[in-house]
Structures are given as structure tokens and as C-alpha cells.
């Protein structure tokens, strides 16, 4: 009975998890179709204006992604992984009903550094999964959160688009700030702390509580640095389709806002059947190791075969290999969790956040300015998508870096007193 009653715990804290991640990647989903259209209304409808604006809002969302996700993991180490998620939670419902009701687009802007203050939760939520998984287990479940992104940028986008083109621009949040402190309240009554106690850290160290403390962990265990380092390589080629598909597609396939949404749908589609239905078996058969060389493999190739289709058809039909890169992160996690005892998982989360948000800042600089010069030299070179192959390659990087670092450890620090 007791066994019985451990796993249904589990399963309830893995629904609330993945809940509380859902609403992070739909907070950044709904931003797609709506935002830009929000803005444009408080710059009187002027564009140019409206694009610097986004810009700066999407650079100021990734800073705030690389300062906050080390003290929340850390904050989550000392004090126990239930308060800081309700509290980022619940933050987050009411940053939504901030952006829905901001009256000016300065306070819209505060908006979205509280959005993406609170949404850095993220770091805090994979380290409660650690905390609940066996190490053999937690890649399929890695891999499971995972699939919240993609149910993200499919959910997003959709109420987004649905909502706000019927209720208005500003509905969406508020309909996500509902859908958010619902989830909060859900936690409140029925979520379980998942570090005890005598698990978590003795103090709470202010010298670690930063990027640079967070970063400085990494070095700490062997081959540690070097699987961020791969996940930093990922995160980075990950921007790419964020930062330029719609202006790509349209650009080079003439592909309408209706064959846009097909396409999002069918990309996040696969990418959740990938995370859902392949990464336990996948992992299971050939181990961490090799999912994540496969899912970098897989990154290359969808990429440069994404660079180089000729047509729309042909560049759909890359879809199922890109999906397949999905393999890559739940692998990589598994294998960085089990160098970290748990007093140290919300740091190493905390890391990885900081990292995403390096990559988030940088991104959109790098590949819109690399799509846009090949635009500029099309005449000449005849290669629109010069920014996709750079993505292309810092994944074949990626997976050079991880032939040499991506093994399991020797020894097992979740089984060393903490």
C-alpha cells in the first residue's frame, strides 16, 4: 500500500510539474502572435518603432532568465522546491494580469521582467523531478518536460491567436493568468515537498546565488563543464527558428500566416510524440549517451536540410529527422543530474537557466543578422538560409564536444550524504 500510495504521489507531483512548465512555455508562446501587435498599438502603429521594442523586450526576458534561475535554484537547495514554485507560480499569474492591464507600454515592459523573473522557475522544477526520479529514470522524464515546450509553442500560439482576434490583444493573458493561478492553487492544496530536510543545503550562499557562482559549479564535477557546454551549443542553435522561420518561410516559400499555423502544429506534434513515445525506450535500449549523440546528429541534419529545401513540401519533409533532436536534451540532463547530489540540483538547474538565458540574449543578435546579410547578398550568394546552417554547425560542435565528455560518472553523488 505503501508503494502504491509513493507512486501515485509521484504521478500527481509530475502532473503539477509539468503543469507549472506548460504555463511557462505557453507565457512565451502567447508572446508570438500577440505582443508585436500590442506594442505596434502603443507606438501609434508605427512598425519600425514596435520591432526595437520586441527586440529589447526579448533581450530583457533572457537577462532576466540568466539572473534569476541561479536564485531560485539555489533559494529551492535551502529551502525546499514546493515554496519556490508556488511562489514563481503565483508570481507568474499576476505578471500576466500586469501585461493584460498595463496601461502604458513602459509599465507593459516591467511586465515582462517580472514574466521572465518568475517564469525562470523553470531550473527549480527539473530539480523536484530529480529530487522524484530514479537516476535510470530521469532522461524519460526529462524527456517528458520537454514535451511542455512543444504543447507550449501548439497551446501558445493558439490562444493567442484564437483569443485575442476575437476578445482583443490584451484577453490572451488574462485567460493564461486564469489557467496560471488555477495551477498555483492546485500546488497550494495538493503538492508534496520533494527534499527533505536533512537533504538540503546548510546555508543559503549568496556567492553562488549569481550567474557567475552558478557557472563556477559546473567546474566542480568532472565532465560537468563540458556537457553545459553541449547544452549551451543546443540552446543557441535552438533560437534560430524562434528568431527567423516566420521571415525565412515567407520569404523564401511565400507560405501564408494559415500554412504557418499548419507547420507549427506539425512540429509540435512530432516534437511531443518524440518526447513522449521515444526518449524512455530510446534511452532504455542504447543509454544517455548515445540519445544525446543521436538527438545532435538528428539537429544537423534537420537543419541543414531545412538551410537547403527548395520548396515548402521538401522542407516539411525534413520534419521527422529535425523532431528527432528532441533526444538530445533528456539524455543530457540525465547525465549532468547524476554528477550533483541533491542538495545541488537546484544549482545545477539554476546553471543551465543562466545558460539558456545567455543563449536567449545572444541569439535573435546572431541569427537575425546573419539572415539578414544573406538576404542583402542573395543576388550573389543564393543562400537564404546561411543563419540555418550556423545552427547546423554549432550542433556538429555539439556532438564533437559530447563524444569526449558525455559518459556517466563513476561514482554516484545522489547516494553521498549531502
Not at 545541488?344 to 538565458?357: F, I, V
Amino acid at each position: 500500500m505503501t508503494a502504491v500510495a509513493l507512486s501515485a504521489g509521484r504521478r500527481a507531483s509530475f502532473g503539477f510539474i509539468f503543469a507549472l512548465a506548460l504555463m511557462n512555455s505557453v507565457s512565451f508562446g502567447i508572446m508570438i502572435p500577440i505582443l508585436p501587435n500590442l506594442i505596434r498599438q502603443f507606438t501609434a502603429g508605427d512598425t519600425a518603432s514596435a520591432a526595437e521594442w520586441n527586440a529589447l523586450f526579448a533581450t530583457t526576458w533572457g537577462l532576466m532568465q540568466f539572473f534569476c534561475g541561479p536564485v531560485l535554484g539555489m533559494l529551492s537547495d535551502r529551502f525546499g522546491r514546493r515554496p519556490v514554485l508556488l511562489l514563481s507560480l503565483f508570481g507568474l499569474g499576476v505578471d500576466f494580469l500586469f501585461m493584460a492591464f498595463a496601461p502604458t507600454l513602459w509599465w507593459l515592459y516591467v511586465g515582462r521582467i517580472l514574466n521572465g523573473m518568475t517564469a525562470a522557475s523553470f531550473s527549480t522544477a527539473n530539480a523536484y523531478l530529480a529530487d522524484v526520479t530514479p537516476p535510470e529514470r530521469r532522461a524519460k522524464t526529462f524527456g517528458w518536460m520537454g514535451s511542455a515546450f512543444s504543447f507550449g509553442f501548439i497551446i501558445g500560439p493558439t490562444i493567442g491567436g484564437i483569443i485575442g482576434g476575437e476578445f482583443g490583444l490584451r484577453a490572451p493573458f488574462i485567460a493564461a493568468a486564469v489557467l496560471t493561478l488555477v495551477n498555483a492553487l492546485y500546488g497550494l492544496l495538493i503538492l508534496p515537498e520533494s527534499l527533505p530536510p536533512e537533504r538540503r543545503a546548510a546555508a543559503y550562499d549568496w556567492n553562488r546565488a549569481n550567474p557567475l557562482g552558478a557557472l563556477r559549479l559546473l567546474r566542480s564535477q568532472t565532465g560537468l563543464l563540458g556537457l553545459a557546454g553541449v547544452g549551451f551549443l543546443f540552446q543557441f542553435a535552438q533560437v534560430v527558428l524562434p528568431t527567423i522561420f516566420v521571415l525565412y518561410t515567407t520569404y523564401r516559400y511565400h507560405w501564408t500566416p494559415q500554412i504557418l499555423g499548419y507547420t507549427f502544429l506539425l512540429t509540435g506534434v512530432l516534437g511531443v510524440l518524440v518526447q513522449w513515445f521515444l526518449v524512455g525506450p530510446v534511452v532504455a535500449r542504447v543509454g544517455e549517451r548515445n540519445a544525446v549523440l543521436l538527438g545532435a546528429a538528428a539537429g544537423v541534419l534537420g537543419f541543414a536540410w531545412y538551410g537547403t529545401a527548395p520548396t515548402g513540401w521538401a522542407y516539411l519533409l525534413g520534419a521527422p529527422v529535425f523532431a528527432l533532436w528532441s533526444l538530445m536534451m533528456p539524455g543530457l540532463q540525465g547525465l549532468m543530474t547524476r554528477r550533483m547530489p541533491p542538495s545541488q540540483q537546484g544549482q545545477l538547474q539554476g546553471a543551465n537557466q543562466s545558460l539558456a538565458g545567455i543563449a536567449a540574449v545572444i541569439g535573435p543578435t546572431v541569427f537575425g543578422e546573419v539572415f539578414a546579410w544573406s538576404l542583402r547578398h542573395d543576388a550573389q550568394m543564393h543562400m537564404p538560409g546561411l543563419a540555418i546552417y550556423l545552427a547546423s554547425g554549432l550542433l556538429v560542435i555539439a556532438f564533437l564536444l559530447a563524444l569526449a565528455v558525455a559518459h556517466a560518472p563513476r561514482a554516484a553523488p545522489e547516494l553521498q550524504p549531502s
